[in-house]
């Protein structure tokens, strides 16, 4: 038997030469077989060495979904680059972080974010070049000369992924290609992913999720994916009652959409082999009544940016909602007191650990960050609360860290905190989240001013070319002054219940 492969793009390279004629993906009516998405990845990989790029060197994606993403993802890695997937929603002050922290050198991108990044190019002075899609794109890859590239080796790295940051300031995970590897080989495994099976794939592939989990998935198992845009719930409905599906993947917000969907449509979709939820908690009722309507258990998973997947319901077995499931395949989790890191009982809640091949490397640039992150037997602290039963099933019960999450968006309230505070009228901030039907939790700003006309319009216009719009509050409540303990620190959880009250 042959060692498994290196890195992602070596799995595809197998593949191709096994099936050259396989469909891999299927975008917008258009068909990509294996030997085709290999073709355009070969491509970006000698038209990047052409330009320039050396091994180790970071390229970005502000990109919306397309194969050219993909083929871009991968091309890098064979040029030996690294690469800074990027949100599309980041605007001036996120883009200006993340390019000039992890010094990206070259980045590909699209008509729509190409004025975005304009604005910030001037204070870039590492980013060498943004190539377009399009006739930029077609004249960049034309130029490709006749590099014969190598595949990866496992201990390089593959990617920074930002993730926003306790300290304000999103911080780059980085992830070997031996992570990346190790974490989607014990995705297929656990979840069988096979090469009959066809993916619908509406995630945005700028994060774990759609990226990590949902390409790199069908890449590794030579299946096949339906790749989109964008999720529209009628769409997505649409076509899964037309049936060709095996795989859908999402956000318990795509579930509550399609939910509300369902109750408006007649038809209900047949089963598939599987229903994936994460990034968020799914609630029980989301769980039962998709059961109820959809005839299908959903499994729920845990993941994060710095370890990808790691715990899930099984698939044959029992699917319990409101827990995470087990660890992984060859991975290990563990509950333990926030104080003393001592493993706790089963049944008491504490902050959950993981270790294993699929943790990454550390934090570019922020050595502080990333031993503070691990313990010396190299267990990472996920800042996440829960607890285990003694079945080994897991329970996320809260976060030690202060996180919001939005329809499966990270909001770091400090991040948001820091940029109000830079609107002038602002004296103090807070921001929180607050229940929300729609999106789990919604952001919320509450605000102490120093210019007492300072009015929540012009709050939100001075945050408007500022942070991604999902970040920005979706209230902006002023107060006379914020709760604080005897040492001055704000007591969010005394601003939440106030705003709460207030809202009740
Ligand atoms: C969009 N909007 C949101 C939002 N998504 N607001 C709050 N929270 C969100 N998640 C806002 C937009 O900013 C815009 O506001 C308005 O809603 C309409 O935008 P849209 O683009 O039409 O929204 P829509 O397509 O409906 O987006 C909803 C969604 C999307 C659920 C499809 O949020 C989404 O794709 N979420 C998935 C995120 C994801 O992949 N997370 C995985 C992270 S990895 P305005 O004001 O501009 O009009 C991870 C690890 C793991 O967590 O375990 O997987
Ligand atoms: P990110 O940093 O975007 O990768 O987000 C990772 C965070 O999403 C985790 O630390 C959890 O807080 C949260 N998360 C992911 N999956 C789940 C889930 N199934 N239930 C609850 N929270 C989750």
């Known amino acids: 038997m042959r060692a498994r492969p290196a890195s992602i793009v070596e799995a595809l390279s197998r593949h191709t030469e096994h099936a050259p004629e396989k469909l891999c993906l299927r975008f917008e009516g258009e068909w990509w077989t294996y030997e085709r998405l290999h073709g355009r990845v070969e491509t970006f990989a000698a038209a990047l060495r052409s330009w320039g790029l050396s091994s180790g060197e970071r390229v970005a994606l502000f990109l919306r979904n397309s194969?050219?993403?993909?083929?871009?993802?991968?091309?890098?890695?064979?040029?030996?680059?690294?690469?800074?997937?990027?949100?599309?929603?980041?605007?001036?002050?996120?883009?200006?972080?993340?390019?000039?922290?992890?010094?990206?050198?070259?980045?590909?991108?699209?008509?729509?974010?190409?004025?975005?990044?304009?604005?910030?190019?001037?204070?870039?002075?590492?980013?060498e070049a943004a190539v377009e899609l399009g006739e930029e794109l077609d004249s960049f890859l034309g130029a490709a000369g006749a590099y014969k590239p190598s595949p990866p080796r496992e201990e390089d790295l593959a990617v920074i992924a930002y993730t926003s940051g306790t300290t304000g300031r999103s911080k780059g995970a980085m992830l070997r290609h031996r992570n990346l590897v190790a974490n989607t080989m014990a995705v297929c495994e656990a979840w069988q992913w096979t090469d009959d099976d066809h993916l619908l794939l509406s995630l945005p592939l700028f994060h774990t999720h759609g990226?990590?989990?949902?390409?790199?998935?069908?890449?590794?198992?030579?299946?096949?994916?339906?790749?989109?845009?964008k999720f529209d719930v009628t769409e997505v409905y649409d076509a899964l009652l037309e049936g060709s599906f095996t795989m859908f993947f999402g956000v318990p917000t795509m579930y509550t959409r399609l939910l509300r969907?369902?109750?408006?449509?007649?038809?209900?979709?047949?089963?598939?082999?599987?229903?994936?939820?994460?990034?968020?908690?799914?609630?029980?009722?989301?769980?039962?009544?998709?059961?109820?309507?959809?005839?299908?258990?959903?499994?729920?998973?845990?993941?994060?940016?710095?370890?990808?997947m790691n715990l899930t319901n099984p698939y044959e077995g029992e699917r319990r909602p409101g827990?995470?499931?087990r660890p992984f395949p060859s991975q290990e989790a563990r509950v333990v007191d926030v104080d003393t890191r001592e493993p706790l009982p089963a049944g008491e809640i504490g902050e959950i650990e993981v270790r294993g091949p699929h943790v990454f490397v550390g934090y570019w640039n922020r050595p502080d960050a990333t031993e503070e992150s691990f313990d010396e037997d190299g267990w990472f602290s996920t800042g996440d609360l829960g607890s285990v039963g003694e079945d080994g099933y897991f329970t996320i019960s809260g976060r030690s860290k202060e996180l919001i999450i939005s329809g499966g968006y990270n909001v770091y309230p400090r991040?948001?905190?820091?940029?109000?505070?830079?609107?002038?009228?602002?004296?103090?901030?807070?921001?929180?989240?607050?229940?929300?039907?729609?999106?789990?939790?919604?952001?919320?700003?509450?605000?102490?001013?120093?210019?007492?006309?300072?009015?929540?319009?012009?709050?939100?216009?001075?945050l408007e070319d500022k942070l991604a719009s999902y970040k920005k509050p979706r209230r902006v409540v002023f107060v006379e002054e914020l709760p604080r303990n005897t040492m001055?620190?704000?007591l969010k959880h005394k601003v939440r219940e106030g705003l709460v009250e207030q809202k009740g």
Request: with cysteine; glycine share 10%; net charge negative.
């Open 211 to 229: 990226l990590m989990v949902g390409a790199q998935g069908t890449f590794f198992a030579g299946a096949s994916a339906e790749l989109w845009r």
């Open 415 to 462: 991040e948001v905190e820091e940029v109000l505070k830079g609107c002038f009228g602002v004296a103090e901030v807070a921001v929180v989240g607050l229940p929300d039907e729609e999106f789990g939790e919604q952001v919320v700003a509450t605000v102490v001013r120093d210019l007492p006309e300072l009015t929540e319009e012009e709050v939100r216009d001075f």
């Open 261 to 308: 969907e369902a109750a408006t449509r007649g038809e209900r979709p047949q089963a598939l082999r599987l229903y994936v939820s994460g990034s968020a908690a799914l609630s029980p009722q989301a769980f039962e009544e998709f059961e109820r309507l959809f005839g299908e258990r959903i499994l729920e998973r845990y993941g994060m940016t710095e370890t990808g």
């Open 488 to 490: 001055g620190k704000v």
């Open 67 to 127: 194969p050219d993403l993909l083929a871009a993802y991968l091309g890098t890695h064979l040029a030996g680059g690294v690469v800074v997937p990027v949100n599309t929603q980041y605007r001036q002050v996120e883009l200006q972080h993340i390019f000039d922290d992890a010094g990206v050198r070259l980045c590909f991108t699209d008509e729509e974010r190409q004025p975005e990044l304009e604005h910030v190019r001037g204070d870039l002075p590492q980013l």
């Open 323 to 325: 827990t995470v499931g």
